[in-house]
């Protein structure tokens, strides 16, 4: 044990009158919603990176969080992973996710830092036995070291696409050894800063080949868990080929790999790329690629990639409207990719910021299932494209199909009433 979370209790279900600050109001992980216990249907995972590695800069500053794990030996490796396990203890949080770059210290060349992220991974191994915490998914960090600046699988070096195809092939032997549940890609420098240097074809046709050898790999070695790719539209990058989730869509067709790939949707990522969170998690549901989310918000005024806890309810419960409507999560979950501000020092405000988001996604859940329970929504989609329940023959037709019912009918449509105000009345009813 060390002593980084000395006098933080465990944090338990106490109900919504509890005033205590280590207390659960509405995540019960027990509470059943629709014949699925609650924590079930959320599947919370702790983010290593933001909570663990992140030491509180930003582009004006540099350290701000003082950690006793920051640094570069194994040792320090180690101990990092013992306060991230009892951060999981703490929270009652069953899943985790990982870059290579969190959890290791690098080496002075690839065999080393392979041999470091083997060591360690082994020691998470030996720390998940006996406790509840499972892996949700494991990636490569393929964005932070000086080497990835111009891309990772999009590099104009093939030697930096074959450092990063062999980078991925030991996260992916991780994620399977830790049987993790997911593998993600985020191409965090998968795109360009000016199209002055760069053949946009050839990058996207290395991107495209890169997806193929992590599907062959997944496959070769029996990795049962979900290929994720994560869209981002920019930052770091100025423009990203995984703009958002039509973008990816098309990308994962052209390379015949739509039945094999799901996405990992961010809240964040959505707004920047000037759509909602929920439009992104719609689309990808239509599509049968929703696979997990990232629940973490930017800040609505600066425009940028801020990586905060959620605290919005409304917000989150139109987002879990969309994944329940899906059917809920399968290999997926809900991952605070989120970090604490830069002024939050103290042990205790790690613990209280996942205390109070899973609090957040209690509540948007069990709006959201109420709300797909009582059907309020629903019926009233239902009932506006009743219309097209006996529209098949003329949509059979073609366009002189439909030249001759508009003849045989002879009305002009009338427009009817979208309702909208009537169905966010009904929203906020349960919100
Ligand atoms: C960056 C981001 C990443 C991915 C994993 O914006 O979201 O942390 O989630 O690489
Ligand atoms: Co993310």
Sequence with gaps: MSDFFKDIPQVTYQGPESDA???????????????????????????????????????????????????????????????????????????????????????????????????????????????????????????????????????????????????????????????????????????????????LKRERDNAGRFLQMVVEYKHKIGFKGTILVEPKPQEPSKHQYDFDVATVYGFLKDYGLENEVKMNIEQGHAILAGHSFEHELALAASLGILGSIDMNRNDYQSGWDTDQFP??????????????????????????????????????????AHVGAMDVCARGLKAAHAMLEDGALEDARAARYAGWNTAQAMLDGGLDGCFDHVMANGTNPEPKSGQQERLENIVNRYV
């Design 21 to 199: 600050d280590f207390a659960y109001r509405h995540y019960d992980p027990d509470e059943m919603l629709g014949g699925k216990r609650m924590e079930d249907h959320l599947r919370f995972a702790v983010a290593w990176w933001h909570s663990f590695a992140w030491p509180g800069g930003d582009p004006f500053g540099g350290q701000t969080l003082d950690r006793p794990w920051f640094g570069d030996t194994m040792d320090l490796a180690r101990l990092k992973a013992d306060v991230a396990f009892e951060l999981f203890a703490i929270l009652g949080q069953p899943y985790f996710c990982f870059h290579d770059f969190d959890i290791r210290p690098e080496g002075n060349d690839f065999a080393e830092s392979t041999r470091n992220f083997e060591e360690i991974v082994d020691y998470i191994g030996q720390k998940m036995d006996g406790t509840k915490t499972k892996l949700l998914w494991g990636t490569a960090n393929l964005f932070t070291h000086r080497r990835f600046m111009s891309g990772a699988a999009t590099n104009p070096d093939p030697e930096v696409f074959a450092y990063s195809a062999a980078t991925v092939k030991t996260c992916i032997d991780a994620t399977h050894k830790l049987g993790g549940e997911n593998y993600v890609l985020w191409g965090g420098r998968e795109g360009y800063e000016t199209l002055l240097n760069t053949d």
């Design 311 to 352: 605290n919005s309810v409304p917000e989150v419960a139109l987002a879990y409207y969309e994944i329940l409507k899906d059917g809920g999560f399968t290999t997926g979950g809900t991952n605070f990719d989120a970090k604490i501000r830069r002024q939050s020092l103290d042990p205790e405000d790690l613990v209280l």
